[in-house]
């Protein structure tokens, strides 16, 4: 496969960032691999040789690249500036992320200060692992500074800047920034609340620690790669000669003239929401936190994405398309690399965990084969084995076991590998079920890897052992706001029976045979939903199976909490032994040879209400008894439950657990002690008690803009995610097609309410309306449809949740006497509600007559084939009072639902809803002048749109009250 660029300097030039691989020791550099970045964000080959011109003498170097940041106006490079190592599989490193750095692309200045500030951080960090010091304070070193801590003090900066290396002064051009003045110094509208997000110390190493962030405490006993020494020289000693390995490019004469000052598009500027630019610190805390948490993986050779068996060593492609796409979390940010082919500096990574271990067999007696463990070699020794002996070229270095093998020992190497799925990805309470694309929330693959520490196939097999776990696979959601919520299902069974047999469909076309342990209450809260998981099961078997040709769905219902009550979690073994016969019959991948001779043909499918706690302890028992068999039938017999040596299986796999649980619901795993020590003990029960608190608190502050955040950095959702996140303090389910859910809705009701054939159905529109009739604005609005036919309007209200028309209301056209158009405004507490182009709708006003059933309520089921079954469906009838009643229906446009893929924009607000009051008025005036049998309507008669603010920006303050804005101040206090 192509190579990967595996170190690279950036600098800043005055028409963009330069991206130059690093060369090794004593080589010239590699000027024609070389890119440029210009501040527009464009990404291109370097074309010309500049290096003896003037340059920038700061430079930074990284490791990769992952990808472009495109918030508002504004855009940031993400690169990594530390990693460490954390296995080696078959020689080829793989790297845990442990820092970044977010570097502006809004000016050389700019640039300039955040590349100083990173390694000026990379410089302290390094002396002081040298030194084997733990800083006690947090607020300077607890993770590396990006952009926004650079140019924190950039008011103060002199008008020079110190190279942190060569202490070179150079001097700086002086010009006023809008990064510093907007983003550090005003600190949005948020005051004293974003110095918490926006300085280190809102958060101290313990809050860190808890919620799975790595603290600078947990980094010091780690390894990171050796203090960055800066290759540049003085300015009397800079080289001109071919082989100067830092002298940077200034500008092409072979390319486009360089962007002049006026040109680069400055921070915050340009045609943006302003509620997003308001939350552009946040957004770039969040970021960097979020990259930093340890939970990122990479490697410049191996495929981390596929199973071992699964891999394509001789493959002419470059690594990102090698990658599996569900695992591929950079994917959306590194794109604008891919696009314009500079695939050598597409790094891609995964999301999850990657653990190794070294271990020996020491045999004992030859006839029994009994072995005992040495226990002393460790991922951590190899890893510090390979750092200090590659020095600069450890990437280069095949991490070879030390050859301390005896004839009555064997060293082996455990590798666990676990990967995320990007499809409906995202935090506890957001994401849970299933989706309509039929991806679960929190699936994860989980592989167990035995080798020698050789990985010499044709010596000793290599085995890989594969697990998966998900939610289980139906529409269902829980409120973040009880310890103990209530399981809420929702859609129509057949909506439900679709997007399971889809999720088991493709997990099947991935593994295999499929086999569900369900490890939920079968009392209680859980109940409900284990009854459906269940019943679901049930059907798709006797619909034909999986396949549809009599591929059944292997399932089991194991109460874990009544099984193992009173902390007697080693009775999960029951679990194991009815597993037994799926296992040994599925098997494992064995390679030898370097050829695959047996492939696993199933996997356990695991899931609990989370899929994290005591999922956890179910794959751990089936991973031990796996890697038990295994080893017997390598004639070597190993007891990982009993033997106290074998200390470091339990570790391994609580790590993964841990860092599972971290990702989804932001604190380590409950249930601990036990998957560590094989024992549940009553200090195990306190520790999870205030996990359990922890996370409750992460439910309603923290997870909501973490998961805009994820959505937007998946490509899920625009920036405008951040501006109705800013409103609402809420995040929608990106992962739902809202304009599937509302196309579907407008053809359930049509086929509903619309009882006359001979009647034709014109238009549909799903809108926001008031809670009630009559009223322009009411405490809660819902979304609803609205019908257009020949003949009439239909208003219908919905219980979206079991896709049946709550009550509908049929409008005879005739009817209908006018149409107010104009500024909805129906609330003021946040800058997009008070917004009058994004806050429009209009008000139908119309007329009943005595004796006119007016509302009609079903109670049934909704199916779209059953129209029959609506007609004679038990409904209340309204009758008025003598004469004619004056009524009014108000309805509001729904923001645009976009992804950043769609290739036509969405119609905005003001758009839909002047569409929608054209279509009634041209059809209205038609069914008028058919009435009347004139070839015209009598233009006084005519209806027409009248252009009002329905409610005014004005009119909205004065009717909001006080504990409503005290309210909302409160919500924004906990979250910024």
């Keep these: 496969m192509p190579g990967l660029v595996r170190k690279l300097l950036i600098f800043a030039a005055v028409d963009g960032l330069i991206l130059q691989p690093a060369p090794p020791r004593n080589h010239p550099p590699a000027t024609q691999q070389a890119i440029k970045i210009d501040y527009?964000?464009?990404?291109?080959?370097?074309?010309?040789?500049?290096?003896?011109?003037?340059?920038?003498?700061?430079?930074?170097?990284?490791?990769?690249?992952?990808?472009?940041l495109k918030v508002a106006s504004s855009i940031f490079l993400i690169s990594v500036s530390a990693r460490e190592q954390v296995?080696?599989?078959?020689?080829?490193?793989?790297?845990?992320?442990?820092?970044?750095?977010?570097?502006?692309?809004?000016?050389?200045?700019?640039?300039?200060?955040?590349?100083?500030?990173?390694?000026?951080?990379?410089?302290?960090?390094?002396?002081?692992?040298?030194?084997?010091?733990?800083?006690?304070?947090?607020?300077?070193?607890?993770?590396?500074?990006?952009v926004?801590?650079?140019?924190?003090?950039?008011?103060?900066?002199?008008?020079?800047?110190?190279?942190?290396?060569?202490?070179q002064q150079r001097p700086v051009q002086e010009r006023s920034t809008s990064v510093a003045e907007d983003v550090m110094q005003r600190k949005g509208v948020y005051g004293r609340f974003a110095d918490k997000w926006f300085s280190t110390k809102g958060w101290n190493a313990d809050s860190r620690r808890l919620q799975g962030i790595t603290s600078e405490e947990d980094l010091a006993a780690k390894n990171v790669p050796k203090n960055v020494e800066s290759s540049v020289p003085k300015e009397e000693e800079r080289p001109t000669s071919e082989a100067d390995p830092v002298a940077l490019p200034v500008a092409d004469k072979d390319v486009p003239a360089p962007v002049s000052p006026e040109e680069i598009p400055k921070i915050l500027e340009g045609k943006t929401d302003s509620a997003t630019s308001t939350l552009l610190p946040k957004i770039l805390r969040t970021a960097h936190i979020y990259f930093t948490s340890g939970n990122f993986f990479y490697s410049y050779d191996y495929d981390l994405t596929h199973g071992i068996g699964s891999q394509q060593p001789n493959s002419s492609l470059p690594l990102f398309k090698q990658f599996d796409p569900l695992y591929f979390w950079n994917q959306h940010l590194i794109s604008p690399f891919?696009?314009?082919?500079?695939?050598?500096?597409?790094?891609?990574?995964?999301?999850?965990?990657?653990?190794?271990?070294?271990?020996?067999?020491?045999?004992?007696?030859?006839?029994?084969?009994?072995?005992?463990?040495?226990?002393?070699?460790t991922t951590d020794d190899i890893a510090l084995q390979s750092l200090r002996a590659g020095g600069a070229k450890e990437e280069e270095t095949n991490v070879e076991a030390s050859s301390t093998e005896s004839p009555s020992s064997k060293d082996f190497l455990l590798t666990l590998i676990s990967r995320r799925s990007v499809k409906r990805a995202g935090l506890r309470y957001l994401r849970r079920g299933i989706d309509d694309e039929g991806s679960a929330a929190n699936s994860v693959e989980t592989e167990q890897i035995l080798s020698t520490q050789t990985w010499d196939s044709s010596v000793d097999k290599i085995i890989s052992f594969t697990q998966y776990r998900g939610s289980i696979p139906l529409f269902f959601s829980?409120?973040?706001?009880?310890?103990?919520?209530?399981?809420?299902?929702?859609?129509?069974?057949?909506?439900?029976?679709?997007?399971?047999?889809?999720?088991f469909t493709d997990l099947a076309s991935r593994y295999g045979s499929i086999y569900c342990t369900s490890l939920v209450d079968k009392h209680g809260t859980e109940a409900k939903i284990g009854e459906a998981y269940e019943k679901n099961a049930r059907e798709l078997n006797a619909h034909g199976g999986i396949d549809g040709k009599g591929k059944e769905l292997g399932f089991e219902w194991f109460d874990f909490h009544n099984v193992c009550r009173g902390m007697h979690f080693e009775n999960v073994s029951r679990l194991i032994d009815s597993l037994g016969p799926f296992l040994r019959s599925t098997g494992w991948t064995e390679i030898s040879n370097d050829q695959v001779t047996h492939k696993q043909s199933g996997i356990l499918r695991t899931n609990c209400m989370d899929c994290l706690d005591?999922?956890?302890?179910?794959?751990?028992?089936?991973?031990?008894?796996?890697?038990?068999?295994?080893?017997?039938?390598?004639?070597?017999?190993?007891?990982?439950?009993?033997?106290?040596?074998?200390?470091?299986?339990?570790?391994?796999?609580?790590?993964?657990?841990?860092?599972?649980?971290?990702?989804?619901?932001?604190?380590?795993?409950?249930?601990?002690?036990?998957?560590?020590?094989?024992?549940?003990?009553?200090?195990?029960?306190?520790?999870?008690?205030?996990?359990?608190?922890?996370?409750?608190?992460?439910?309603?502050?923290?997870?909501?803009?973490?998961?805009?955040?994820?959505?937007?950095?998946l490509g899920r959702a625009t920036d405008s995610i951040f501006a109705e996140f800013e409103a609402d303090m809420k995040s929608s389910d990106y992962f739902i097609d809202l304009r599937k859910v509302r196309q579907a809705a407008i053809e359930r009701s049509a086929g509903i309410v619309i009882e006359d054939?001979?009647?034709?159905?014109?238009?549909?529109?799903?809108?926001?309306?008031?809670?009630?009739?009559?009223?322009?604005?009411?405490?809660?609005?819902?979304?609803?449809?609205?019908?257009?036919?020949?003949?009439?309007?239909?208003?219908?209200?919905?219980?979206?949740?079991?896709?049946?028309?709550?009550?509908?209301?049929?409008?005879?056209?005739?009817?209908?006497?006018?149409?107010?158009?104009?500024v909805y405004?129906?609330?003021?507490?946040?800058?997009?509600?008070?917004?009058?182009?994004?806050?429009?709708?209009?008000?139908?006003?119309?007329?009943?007559?005595?004796?006119?059933?007016?509302?009609?309520?079903?109670?049934?089921s909704l199916d779209s084939s059953a129209s029959e079954e609506s007609q004679n469906a038990e409904s209340a009838k309204i009758r008025q009072e003598k004469g004619e009643e004056k009524r009014f229906l108000a309805f509001k446009g729904l923001p645009p639902r976009t992804t950043p893929g769609d290739n036509n924009e969405a119609e905005t607000e003001k758009e839909v809803v002047g569409s929608v009051c054209e279509e009634i008025v041209k059809v209205v005036n038609k069914v008028k002048t058919l009435d009347r049998g004139e070839e015209s309507v009598d233009r006084r008669s005519e209806l027409k749109v009248k252009e009002k603010d329905i409610i005014s920006v004005a009119d909205a303050k004065k009717s909001t009250g006080y504990l409503e804005q005290i309210g909302y101040s409160l919500k924004k206090m906990v979250w910024a």
Aim: glycine share 6%.
């Design 40 to 68: 527009k964000g464009n990404v291109g080959p370097l074309l010309k040789d500049r290096r003896t011109e003037d340059t920038a003498p700061v430079s930074l170097e990284c490791h990769g690249i992952l990808g472009l």
């Design 87 to 146: 296995a080696q599989i078959r020689g080829k490193p793989v790297y845990k992320i442990t820092a970044i750095a977010l570097i502006p692309l809004a000016s050389q200045a700019d640039a300039d200060k955040a590349i100083v500030a990173t390694k000026a951080h990379i410089q302290r960090h390094n002396k002081a692992q040298a030194a084997d010091i733990e800083e006690s304070d947090s607020e300077s070193d607890e993770y590396a500074p990006s």
């Design 148 to 167: 926004t801590e650079s140019l924190e003090e950039e008011s103060a900066a002199p008008p020079t800047t110190e190279d942190p290396v060569t202490r």
């Design 338 to 377: 891919i696009e314009s082919g500079q695939h050598s500096f597409v790094l891609p990574v995964i999301q999850g965990f990657v653990g190794q271990r070294a271990f020996s067999l020491k045999v004992l007696d030859s006839q029994s084969n009994s072995a005992i463990i040495d226990p002393h070699s």
């Design 478 to 503: 829980q409120s973040p706001y009880s310890l103990k919520p209530q399981v809420m299902m929702w859609g129509s069974p057949d909506t439900n029976a679709k997007a399971f047999k889809r999720h």
């Design 614 to 713: 005591r999922t956890n302890v179910v794959q751990s028992a089936c991973a031990r008894t796996a890697l038990e068999e295994q080893l017997s039938a390598g004639s070597f017999s190993i007891d990982l439950q009993n033997d106290p040596t074998t200390s470091w299986f339990n570790t391994l796999w609580a790590d993964n657990g841990d860092a599972i649980s971290r990702q989804y619901a932001g604190t380590a795993a409950l249930k601990g002690d036990f998957t560590r020590t094989r024992k549940r003990q009553i200090t195990g029960a306190l520790t999870d008690f205030g996990l359990t608190l922890t996370r409750y608190y992460n439910n309603i502050v923290n997870d909501y803009f973490a998961q805009a955040l994820i959505d937007f950095m």
């Design 757 to 822: 054939k001979d009647e034709d159905l014109l238009h549909g529109w799903t809108l926001s309306a008031p809670s009630s009739a009559n009223q322009l604005k009411t405490a809660t609005f819902e979304e609803a449809v609205l019908l257009l036919t020949d003949k009439a309007l239909y208003f219908c209200r919905l219980d979206w949740g079991t896709e049946k028309v709550r009550e509908f209301e049929r409008i005879e056209l005739e009817h209908v006497e006018g149409i107010v158009r104009g």
């Design 825 to 860: 405004i129906t609330s003021t507490l946040a800058q997009r509600h008070m917004d009058e182009d994004k806050n429009v709708g209009f008000v139908l006003r119309y007329r009943i007559e005595q004796g006119t059933d007016l509302v009609r309520r079903n109670t049934r």
